[in-house]
């Protein structure tokens, strides 16, 4: 199980088909993380659970528990993101953290005058 914090930016339309299994429908939604460097990721959600998407408007903070799954189609891979969860209520965002580099110490050792260089080699 996997989850991730982040700001709801888009839901898209739904999407439906015709398969050897019978019909699907699926629907897409995009978040932008709350990590330091944020990221976009789209998710999906599969039959059911499109319903879950009904109470998502872009701007929302949600959690979004999933799991990924990849396939091969034609020699190339694909991965998918399977959202399971979204809770939209109660999210706490992690606090933002103020990091500051420690004051700058001289490490350098302190620089002695020499007065004469004596060279003890023998040659």
Do not use: C, H
């Amino acid at each position: 199980m996997s989850e991730v914090l982040g700001k709801v930016l888009q839901v898209m339309q739904p999407v439906t088909g015709e398969g050897r299994n019978g019909a699907w429908k699926k629907q897409e939604f995009l978040i932008e993380t709350n990590d330091q460097y944020p990221k976009k990721v789209i998710f999906s959600v599969w039959g059911d659970k499109v319903s879950m998407l009904n109470s998502l408007t872009p701007g929302i903070e949600v959690k979004v528990s999933f799991n990924p799954e990849s396939r091969e189609f034609n020699g190339r891979w694909y991965t998918d993101l399977r959202a399971w969860k979204i809770d939209a209520n109660n999210v706490t965002t992690p606090s933002t953290q103020t990091f500051s580099a420690p004051p700058q110490q001289n490490f350098d050792p302190p620089i002695e005058p020499v007065s004469e260089y004596k060279d003890d080699l023998p040659f």
